[in-house]
T-cell receptor
Framework: AQTVTQSQPEMSVQEAETVTLSCTYD???????LFWYKQPPSRQMILVIR??????QNATENRFSVNFQKAAKSFSLKISDSQLGDAAMYFC????????????FGQGTRLTINP | NAGVMQNPRHLVRRRGQEARLRCSPM?????VYWYRQLPEEGLKFMVY????????ESGMPKERFSAEFPKEGPSILRIQQVVRGDSAAYFC???????????????FGPGTRLTVT
């Protein structure tokens, strides 16, 4: 079965500090995309960052970066210089390029930022 | 360029009534996906549609649920004879559907929160 596991239901971090959210996934496919989505209290799903599985270089978007370990099927998100506006649910997801055209999501991690 | 639009944002139905959720994809997008989010859970795929075609409905319950994406107008997710367990947030996403790797870019609407009383 294709699954995504986020082992941290909740995380908290002090403002301006760095936090890492974990994600592991299980697929037998070799060509896929990985994503982190943010869901603030407004419930809007916002794409934070994406990673193509064929790329070895880790993706970076401003304060957000990933640590992609393909062999270990691990895809963690690092948030640097945490800001109050980063408080949200964070969902890890993947998408198989040649296959079912759907995103498979993890259960989410609730991130709290302490001022 | 307006984003994905969903309406209504909130919908309250009594048990046994019908719920109709609408989704207008981004301009130029021809692929639509519906996902359901139960409280404190991640999003679960329901159905994938292209104009006038259902491509994959493997995540949709076999009874009471249906979806369409007509040639003209929004995509509709229809739930007949709603039950309390249908209470959830329903999200629509759209993608360009062009060839190449951009087909994976899914843009989400704000969701419809359905409450069944």
């Amino acid at each position: 079965a294709q699954t995504v596991t986020q082992s941290q239901p909740e995380m908290s971090v002090q403002e301006a500090e760095t936090v890492t959210l974990s994600c592991t996934y299980d697929t037998s496919e070799s060509d896929y995309y990985l994503f982190w989505y943010k869901q603030p209290p407004s419930r809007q799903m916002i794409l934070v960052i994406r990673q193509e599985a064929y790329k070895q270089q880790n993706a970076t978007e401003n304060r957000f970066s990933v640590n992609f370990q393909k062999a270990a099927k691990s895809f963690s998100l690092k948030i640097s210089d945490s800001q109050l506006g980063d408080a949200a649910m964070y969902f890890c997801a993947y998408f198989i390029i040649q296959g079912a055209q759907k995103l498979v999501f993890g259960q989410g991690t609730r991130l709290t930022i302490n001022p | 360029n307006a984003g994905v639009m969903q309406n209504p944002r909130h919908l309250v139905r009594r048990r046994g009534q019908e719920a109709r959720l609408r989704c207008s994809p981004m301009k130029g997008h021809s692929h639509v996906y519906w996902y359901r989010q139960l409280p404190e859970e991640g999003l679960k795929f329901m159905v994938y549609l292209q104009k006038e075609n259902i491509i994959d409905e493997s995540g949709m319950p076999k009874e009471r649920f249906s979806a369409e994406f007509p040639k003209e107008g929004p995509s509709i997710l229809r739930i007949q004879q709603v039950v309390r367990g249908d209470s959830a947030a329903y999200f629509c996403a759209s993608s360009p559907g062009t060839s190449g790797r951009s087909v994976h870019e899914q843009y989400f609407g704000p969701g419809t929160r359905l409450t069944v009383t």
